[in-house]
């Protein structure tokens, strides 16, 4: 009994530890970075920027679509996104960590 209760502290502390590392979470939207979806322009260029801005600015942030489609000339990569969540919205909806 004595182990049961002790993995249920366990596990209380960690859903608290995940919820308040949220907390502190700044959303970056890539359209205050110039990516705007379904306007017919590349965004090969914002999400990059938004994508940099969030890393700089420390873990747990949160990089966000706008519900669209986006339009990429080139590959994007994410470098030392360590603790970045990247959230869509939409029919499709793609959520990463």
Known sequence: MKKKKMLKLILYLLVLIEISSK????????????????????????????????IADGSNNILQFDLGKYLL????????????????QGKDMKHFS
Do not use: C, K, M
């Open 23 to 54: 907390l502190d979470a700044r959303i970056f939207n890539v359209s205050d970075y110039g990516a705007f979806p379904n306007d017919d322009f590349d965004d090969s260029n914002g999400i990059p920027n938004a994508t940099v801005a969030a």
């Open 73 to 88: 000339s080139r590959t994007i990569s994410i470098l030392n996104g360590t603790n970045l969540t990247i959230h869509g």
